[in-house]
Every structure is written in structure tokens, then in C-alpha cells.
């Protein structure tokens, strides 16, 4: 089913060499219907501004990326981890997002269980913070490429865990990325489980290029890669998922490029799939 324009959102990072005020004027010129900022995005500014501008604009601020990393060899290290996402949770309050997307962390040299009882720790320690704000904490399972230095949360399944063992708290949530869960043979039922639990809180979109240059920062535009974008997208959707579909891509090549023409690229995708 083709999108509407207005149902979905880009992430800043999707055009890094914009700055903030020009991701807000050409996504609000495009006809995009949200923006989801990085917390770089805010630098230098007042994220209250930056919100108020955004839904002058026309955009509704949809989430903030990101908070997470919850994971460390020591109490202390865990600790700095935990002030730092109650800031993140500040911020996403003050730009008006009703989300923060986590990045869960993972330690190198640390046991993968141990990580995770850590992140499920750390999460649980913020949640007050984040009811108190409004914001839901959404995890974002990535890519078991990523299991041992970014998260150790590497699927729907485990972060679906997650979630009930925090007994589905109502400031809890999970950002589904098909970059990260695409080649998971239980992707479907999982999505429909985090739905039911009302757990189906974000919905990012790119494509898994191959060959690829770079594990991070080669990420695809979609169509371009092998991931069945259209599918996945029908999946979320069809859950009654009422949320947009965000534009996350990382990549070295297209911010090399014409933003304004990779943009429109971007919305022409959503108006032919
Ligand atoms: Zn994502």
C-alpha cells in the first residue's frame, strides 16, 4: 500500500549534512508529516525551540534518537549510563517527542545474558523518570552484527522479553527497524506479540545493501537492497499500528550526495510502493 507523504517521518541523521533548521524546512516543504531528531540535533539550541519550530512547521515531532548503552563493567560506569538517558528522557519531553529510542549498549568481553540483565536493569531504573515525562522508552533490537559492542538486545523475541518481564510497563515500548530484523524467521509473530502487549511503539525503514562497504554507515536507500521493505511494512501495518514510518538511513554515500535530490528520491519511494 503506498504511503501518504504526511504519514511519514525522516530522521535528521538521514540528511546529517543539513542542519537542524534546514531538515525542518525541506521535510515540511516535502510534505513529510514527522521528523525524528538525534540528540545532536539539539546542540547549541534549546530543545523547546527546536520542537516549537518543528510543529510550526507543520511536523509532528515523532521520537528522539537516542538513549541506551545501559551496559558497563562497573556499578559507576551503569550509573553515568542511567543519568545520562534521564537527560535524554528531559529532552525528548522538552522537543514535545512521546518517545525515546534506545540503543540498548553491549559490553566487548562481557557475557551477552549479563548485558541484558543490565539493560533490563537500567531500563527499569528510568522508567519513573520517563512516566513522569510522557516519554515511552522504545528498544530497539539490532542486527547480531552489532551484539557485542552496540547492543545485546539482537532480536524482536529478546526485546518482546524485555518488555514483559517489566510486566509491560506503560513507558515501555520497542522500535521495530528492518535493518536490524529483517532476516528473522519469526519476525511476523513477534511484531504481532509486541502489538498486543501495546508495546508497538516506532517503525524505521531503510535497506540491507549487498555487498556493503560499511556495517554502519552503508545502509541503503529502500529498494535498493534485499530487504522485502513493502512486507514488513503490510506486517506493522496490518497489527493496527497507527504510527510513521520513519527514514533512518546511515549512509557515507548519499550524505555525500545532493540532499535535495536524495530526498526527493526518499518521497518518491513512498509514492510508488
Ligand atoms: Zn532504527
Known amino acids: ?22 531538515c525542518i524546512k525541506e521535510y515540511s516543504d516535502a510534505g513529510i508529516g514527522g521528523i525524528t531528531f538525534w540528540r545532536y540535533s539539539f546542540e547549541g539550541r534549546d530543545p523547546k525551540n527546536v520542537g516549537r519550530q518543528a510543529r510550526e512547521s507543520g511536523l509532528e515531532v515523532v521520537s528522539v534518537a537516542r538513549g541506551g548503552f545501559f551496559t558497563g563493567q562497573t556499578q559507576g560506569e551503569r550509573q553515568n549510563s542511567i543519568d545520562d538517558n534521564k537527560r535524554a528522557i528531559d529532552e525528548s519531553h522538552e522537543v514535545g517527542s512521546p518517545s525515546l529510542v534506545l540503543v540498548c549498549g553491549s559490553t566487548p568481553g562481557q557475557g551477552l545474558r549479563e548485558s541484558r540483565q543490565q539493560i533490563q536493569e537500567g531500563i527499569g531504573q528510568c522508567l519513573d523518570h520517563a512516566a513522569d515525562a510522557g516519554v515511552i522508552l522504545a528498544i530497539e533490537p539490532l542486527h547480531p552484527l552489532y551484539a557485542a559492542d552496540r547492543s545485546a538486545v539482537n532480536s524482536m523475541e529478546q526485546a518482546n522479553q524485555i518488555c514483559e518481564n517489566l510486566n509491560n510497563h506503560p513507558s515501555i515500548g520497542i522500535a521495530v527497524d528492518v535493518y536490524h530484523t529483517w532476516w528473522d524467521e519469526h519476525l511476523k509473530n513477534q511484531i504481532e506479540r509486541s502489538a498486543r502487549n501495546g508495546n508497538l511503539t516506532a517503525f524505521h525503514v531503510c535497506d540491507w545493501l549487498s555487498p556493503m562497504q560499511d556495517t554502519l554507515n552503508d545502509r541503503g536507500l529502500m ?13 506493522i501495518d496490518s497489527t493496527g499500528f497507527g504510527g510513521f514510518h520513519e527514514v533512518e538511513i546511515f549512509s557515507n554515500r548519499w550524505w555525500d550526495s545532493d540532499q535535495s535530490e536524495y530526498l526527493k528520491k526518499i518521497v518518491n519511494y513512498f509514492e510508488k510502493n
Do not use: F, L, R
Open 1 to 22: 500500500m503506498p504511503k501518504k507523504i504526511s504519514e511519514i517521518a525522516v530522521h535528521t541523521i538521514t540528511n546529517k549534512p543539513w542542519s537542524t533548521e534546514q
Open 223 to 235: 529498494g535498493e537492497g534485499c530487504i522485502d521493505v513493502n512486507e514488513i511494512s503490510e506486517w
